[in-house]
């Protein structure tokens, strides 16, 4: 399990920061990056986090009715309550029980990568005589099944080893739109990102892929998970993100975080698919 590895911080999109900015373009999108109206101002380039890739993950769920690769219901941590009282309740005579289920660390376990955000799924306990069908808690229309991007990000050598170096956070937001309408602007940071603490990252750097960047200095790179539930049956709304990583440094009044120096956030839909190996590596 990963509990320790990665911790929920919630970050305030500001971007009068030290982050640096470049107009740089994704090779191969399948949806352009939308303009956002926080623009980063000056005009060196930063190289301490970038966005390398985005492309398919996997689907998953976690209900036993599904078509998706499924992830077993008890490797979640139900909140407020337990496995054993879920269990042990009988809809029959007890009457409905909605329970929500924190399945980050099993899709962690799961797949070996990091989730970007907590995944969280509600549902009901179903009926005893349907729970060899459905499972223990089931879940209306699609939800508790997911589709999910990679996310490779290239951190560098040089800010992962430096000692004010706190981790690799991001702006995350997250919403809805009908999809034959254009989509929105970027929105408030509500998707709930998770911040990977120096700690984790420095651990488990040696086992990432070293590359070199477009100046020559080196770098990690890192894989994280971008996930979201499919779209409810009947709805012509799909969900969507903007997103943009930092890299975190000092304590107190001198924390600060230096961000992708691309203009515009990044947006993510289900057939978004980029490379941008040839802005931001060495060739």
Same mark, same amino acid.
């Given at each position: 399990?990963?509990?320790?590895?990665y911790t929920f911080?919630?970050?305030?999109?500001?971007?009068?920061?030290?982050?640096?900015?470049?107009?740089?373009?994704?090779?191969?999108?399948?949806?352009?990056?939308?303009?956002?109206?926080?623009?980063?101002?000056?005009?060196?380039r930063n190289e301490? +986090?970038?966005?390398?890739?985005?492309?398919?993950?996997?689907?998953?769920?976690?209900?036993?009715?599904?078509?998706?690769?499924?992830?077993?219901?008890?490797?979640?941590?139900?909140?407020?309550?337990?496995?054993?009282?879920?269990?042990?309740?009988?809809?029959?005579?007890?009457?409905?029980?909605? +329970?929500?289920?924190?399945?980050?660390?099993?899709?962690?376990?799961?797949?070996?990568?990091?989730?970007?955000?907590?995944?969280?799924?509600?549902?009901?306990?179903?009926?005893?005589?349907?729970?060899?069908?459905?499972?223990? !808690?089931?879940?209306?229309?699609?939800?508790?099944?997911?589709?999910?991007?990679? !996310?490779?990000? !290239?951190?560098?050598?040089?800010?992962?080893?430096?000692?004010?170096?706190?981790?690799?956070?991001?702006?995350?937001?997250?919403?809805?739109?009908?999809?034959?309408?254009?989509?929105?602007?970027?929105?408030?940071?509500?998707?709930?990102?998770?911040?990977?603490?120096?700690?984790? +990252?420095?651990?488990?750097?040696?086992?990432?892929?070293?590359?070199?960047?477009?100046?020559?200095?080196?770098?990690? +790179?890192?894989?994280?998970?971008?996930?979201?539930?499919?779209?409810?049956?009947?709805?012509?709304?799909?969900?969507?993100?903007?997103?943009?990583?930092?890299?975190?440094?000092?304590?107190?009044?001198?924390?600060?975080?230096?961000?992708?120096?691309?203009?515009?956030?990044?947006?993510?839909?289900?057939?978004?698919?980029?490379?941008?190996?040839?802005?931001?590596?060495?060739?």
């Amino acid at each position: 399990m990963l509990t320790s590895s990665y911790t929920f911080r919630s970050c305030a999109l500001t971007f009068s920061l030290l982050a640096v900015a470049a107009t740089t373009g994704c090779a191969t999108s399948t949806e352009e990056t939308e303009t956002s109206a926080d623009r980063i101002e000056t005009a060196a380039r930063n190289e301490d +986090v970038q966005v390398l890739k985005v492309y398919n993950g996997k689907s998953f769920t976690f209900s036993k009715n599904s078509i998706y690769d499924r992830i077993v219901q008890e490797a979640c941590n139900p909140e407020g309550t337990t496995w054993a009282a879920i269990k042990a309740h009988d809809t029959t005579s007890a009457g409905w029980l909605n +329970v929500t289920l924190d399945c980050t660390d099993a899709v962690a376990a799961k797949f070996g990568i990091a989730p970007m955000r907590a995944i969280k799924v509600s549902g009901s306990r179903t009926k005893i005589s349907e729970e060899g069908y459905y499972g223990y !808690v089931g879940f209306s229309n699609s939800a508790g099944s997911f589709w999910s991007k990679t !996310v490779e990000l !290239v951190v560098k050598q040089s800010a992962i080893d430096a000692p004010t170096f706190n981790g690799v956070g991001f702006y995350l937001n997250t919403f809805s739109y009908r999809y034959y309408e254009a989509r929105p602007a970027p929105g408030a940071n509500n998707g709930n990102a998770y911040f990977q603490f120096a700690a984790k +990252v420095r651990a488990e750097a040696n086992a990432y892929p070293a590359v070199t960047l477009a100046s020559g200095e080196q770098a990690r +790179v890192i894989k994280v998970m971008l996930p979201s539930e499919y779209a409810s049956g009947g709805t012509s709304s799909v969900p969507a993100f903007y997103f943009r990583p930092f890299a975190e440094y000092g304590s107190g009044v001198d924390k600060h975080q230096r961000w992708d120096s691309v203009v515009a956030d990044y947006f993510v839909g289900t057939s978004t698919d980029f490379n941008r190996e040839g802005d931001v590596l060495r060739h």
